[in-house]
């Protein structure tokens, strides 16, 4: 499964380069740049045909499909339900945004790729009306671009300072919005392929409800064992 070797090696990277990562968060930012002008190439150059293999066959998906964004936040959402003053957490916790704004650009390609391929291609084939399926996923997709773009500009600590605190931490909670919506999201894609017996797409809406049923257990577990008796 992709997301597990994703989520390992974005973990991995938390765990070893977190001092690099707080100290120098643009080298973070202009590798993620680079891996998405890396998949637009391979978009455009014909690398993405039905015949690749070697490097493009594994990368590709990563980025199109979102995994390696999704990976970046699901580190940020767990990093969330760790115990305060725990030295894992207090590592972590040091580079969560950083984490989470690379998270953001990654999913860039994504976002750029599916307006084309859905927005444009598909509306078009259909005379400009879509599926009811696809008019739930462009509904949720425009909901989730939204937060996407007040929570990525929110996250940078230019922005950050020129807002009240208390402001600032009401805007960062619909984050608890998107990535509810981030698995509705994927249900909304996964669900129907995986209904008609799709192993990959089982496998897929498997592993994705497993993360955010524990995600939602540990924050709302975490939520109550902070709170004063």
Not at 12 to 23: G, Q
Not at 198 to 213: G, L, N, P
Request: hydrophobic share 55%.
């Amino acid at each position: 499964m992709r997301f597990i070797v994703a989520f390992t090696i974005v973990l991995a990277l938390a765990f070893l380069c977190s001092k690099p990562i707080r100290k120098a968060p643009v080298a973070l930012y202009a590798i993620a740049v680079a891996l998405d002008l890396l998949y637009l190439y391979g978009m455009t150059s014909g690398a993405n045909t039905g015949a690749s293999t070697g490097f493009w066959a594994a990368f590709l998906p990563f980025m199109q499909r979102c995994t390696l964004a999704f990976a970046f936040f699901a580190v940020v959402m767990f990093i969330g339900v760790l115990k305060e003053g725990s030295p894992v957490k207090t590592k972590l916790m040091a580079i969560r945004r950083q984490l989470s704004i690379t998270a953001c650009i990654l999913t860039l390609c994504h976002i750029v790729y599916y307006v084309y391929t859905y927005f444009f291609q598909v509306i078009q084939a259909t005379g400009g009306v879509p599926t009811a399926n696809l008019a739930i996923s462009f509904t949720i997709s425009g909901i989730l671009l939204v937060l996407f773009v007040v929570l990525l500009i929110t996250s940078f600590n230019v922005v950050k300072r020129r807002m009240h605190a208390k402001t600032w931490k009401s805007v960062q909670r619909w984050a608890y919005a998107f990535f509810g919506l981030m698995y509705v999201h994927l249900a909304v894609i996964l669900l129907p392929p995986a209904l008609a017996g799709k192993e990959i797409a089982i496998t897929s809406m498997t592993v994705y409800t497993i993360v955010f049923a524990a995600y939602a257990i540990l924050r709302i577990w975490r939520a109550r064992a902070d709170t004063p008796k």
